[in-house]
C-alpha cells in the first residue's frame, strides 16, 4: 500500500515539460473488444480482444507570464502529433513510465469563471501509434 | 536567505495602501491586530484572520483573509472610512487590474483580492460612548515569484 503526495508526475509533450502546470492527469487505457456470441443456448455475451486504445486527458493552468504560457499552450493545437512522455512518480529510477505518440484530440480553455478561480485548458490526446514504453508493460524509468 | 511569508508581505503593502490612499482621512494611524491606547479616531485596524496554501497548484501560494475596519466616533465616518477601505483594496491583484495593483514585494505576487463579508458593530466604551467598527473582510491569492 502507498498514499502518493499526488503532485510529482511528470509529463512532457513533444519535449515541453508541463509538469509545473498541471492539476489533473488522468491516463485512460481500453480494449476495443469485439462480440464474438454464437451459439443457440448461450446466455451471455462473449468477447474477444481487440486492438489496445491509450488516452490522456490532463489539466493545465494557464500561466500569466507570456513566455512560459507560450512554451505550451502552442503544443496544444488540436490534430498535432507528439511524442507524449508520462511518469507517474517524477523521472525516478525504477518507477513507471510511458512514452508514446499521441494526438492532441481537443482542448478546452482557456476556461475562466466570473468567480475567482484557476484558468484552465482541459487537454484530450489519443494514442497514434504503439507506445514505445509501455507503464502496464511494465515499463520503468 | 530568509524567505519571507506571504501574509507578512501581504500586511506591509496593505498597511502601505491605506496609509497612503487615506491620509486624509485617518492619517498613519493604521495599525495590525491593535491601537495604542488614546489613539486619536478614527484609525484603522488590520487582522490576520487566515492564511496557508490552497495545494491547488505546483507552486508555492497563499490565500490569506485579512479583516480590516475603521474605527471611529462618528457612524457616519465609519461607513465612509470603510467604502475608502473597500476602493483601496478590492480587486486590486495583478489578475484584477494592471493599474497599480497591490505590490507584495520582491517575493510575492498578489494575484487577486475578493472582499468578502462586511464588518459592522459598535462598542460601547463605558457605557456610553459609542465607538463604530466598519469594514469588511478581505481575500487575497498570492504567487510566490
Given at each position: 500500500?502507498?498514499?502518493?503526495?499526488?503532485?510529482?508526475?511528470?509529463?512532457?509533450?513533444?519535449?515541453?515539460?508541463?509538469?509545473?502546470?498541471?492539476?489533473?492527469?488522468?491516463?485512460?487505457?481500453?480494449?476495443?473488444?469485439?462480440?464474438?456470441?454464437?451459439?443457440?443456448?448461450?446466455?451471455?455475451v462473449q468477447r474477444a480482444k481487440g486492438l489496445d486504445d491509450y488516452s490522456f486527458d490532463a489539466t493545465i493552468v494557464y500561466d500569466d507570464i507570456s513566455a512560459t504560457l507560450q512554451s505550451y499552450i502552442q503544443k496544444m493545437k488540436v490534430g498535432n502529433k507528439y511524442i507524449v512522455e508520462y511518469y507517474p512518480e517524477g523521472k525516478v529510477a525504477g518507477k513507471p513510465k510511458h512514452i508514446q505518440s499521441m494526438i492532441v484530440d481537443s482542448v478546452n480553455g482557456p476556461s475562466q469563471?466570473?468567480?475567482?478561480?484557476?484558468?484552465?485548458?482541459e487537454l484530450s490526446l489519443s494514442g497514434a501509434d504503439a507506445p514505445t514504453s509501455d507503464m502496464y508493460l511494465g515499463a520503468v524509468y | 536567505m530568509t524567505l519571507e511569508p506571504a501574509h507578512l508581505a501581504l500586511i506591509d503593502v496593505v498597511g502601505d495602501t491605506l496609509v497612503s490612499g487615506g491620509a486624509a482621512v485617518w492619517q498613519d494611524r493604521v495599525y495590525f491586530h491593535h491601537a495604542p491606547a488614546e489613539s486619536p479616531k478614527p484609525y484603522v485596524i488590520i487582522l490576520l484572520i487566515s492564511s496557508g496554501e490552497t495545494g491547488r497548484i505546483h507552486a508555492e501560494?497563499?490565500?490569506?483573509?485579512?479583516?480590516?475596519?475603521?474605527?471611529?466616533?462618528?457612524?457616519?465616518?465609519?461607513?465612509?472610512?470603510?467604502?475608502?477601505?473597500?476602493?483601496?483594496?478590492?480587486?486590486?491583484g495583478t489578475q484584477d487590474t494592471s493599474v497599480n495593483p497591490l505590490d507584495a514585494g520582491a517575493e510575492w505576487q498578489v494575484s487577486y483580492s475578493r472582499k468578502l463579508t462586511d464588518i459592522s458593530y459598535v462598542e460601547l466604551i463605558s457605557?456610553?460612548?459609542?465607538?463604530?467598527?466598519?469594514?469588511?473582510?478581505?481575500?487575497?491569492?498570492?504567487?510566490?515569484?
Open positions: 500500500m502507498a498514499t502518493l503526495a499526488d503532485n510529482k508526475g511528470v509529463l512532457i509533450i513533444d519535449t515541453v515539460d508541463v509538469s509545473g502546470f498541471w492539476t489533473e492527469l488522468k491516463p485512460k487505457t481500453k480494449n476495443n473488444t469485439k462480440e464474438t456470441s454464437a451459439g443457440a443456448n448461450i446466455t451471455h469563471k466570473v468567480e475567482k478561480d484557476l484558468i484552465t485548458f | 501560494d497563499s490565500e490569506c483573509i485579512l479583516a480590516v475596519k475603521v474605527v471611529a466616533q462618528e457612524l457616519e465616518q465609519a461607513g465612509a472610512g470603510a467604502a475608502l477601505i473597500v476602493s483601496l483594496l478590492r480587486d486590486k457605557n456610553t460612548e459609542p465607538r463604530f467598527h466598519e469594514g469588511a473582510q478581505f481575500k487575497f491569492r498570492l504567487e510566490r515569484k
